[in-house]
C-alpha cells in the first residue's frame, strides 16, 4: 500500500499534538527530509515479492498464550518437517523473527 507524504497542515497538527512548535521553515525542511524515505518506500512496495516456493510442508502455526510463553520468547510457534536426511534431521531449531520462514509471521523481532 502507498506510502503519502503528509500535507503541511497534517505535520502542523501532528506537531502541535506533541507539543511542539514548527515555523513554515520547519516544515518545509521536515517534509523535504522526509519525501526520499516515502518515494524509496513506494519504489520497494512495487517490487514483485518472487517468493520461493515451499519445500517442506508445515503446520499453520499459532501465537503461543501466556501460559506456554512465560518469558514471551515465542512470537509465533509453527512445525516443519524439513528434509527426510541431513545434519538436521530430527533436531528442534528456532529460527528468530526477523527471518522469512513461507507462510509464518515476521515481527521483525528486536
Known sequence: MPVSLPTPDQLKRIA???NLSLTDADVTSFLGLMKPSIDGYNV???LPDNLPPVK???TPGYRPQP???KHNAWYYKSKI???PQGKLKGKRVVIKDNVMVAGVPMMNGA
Open 56 to 58: 517442506y510442508p508445515r
Open 81 to 83: 518437517e524439513g528434509a
Open 16 to 18: 502541535e499534538k506533541m
Open 67 to 69: 501460559a506456554e510463553n
Open 44 to 46: 520497494v512496495d512495487q
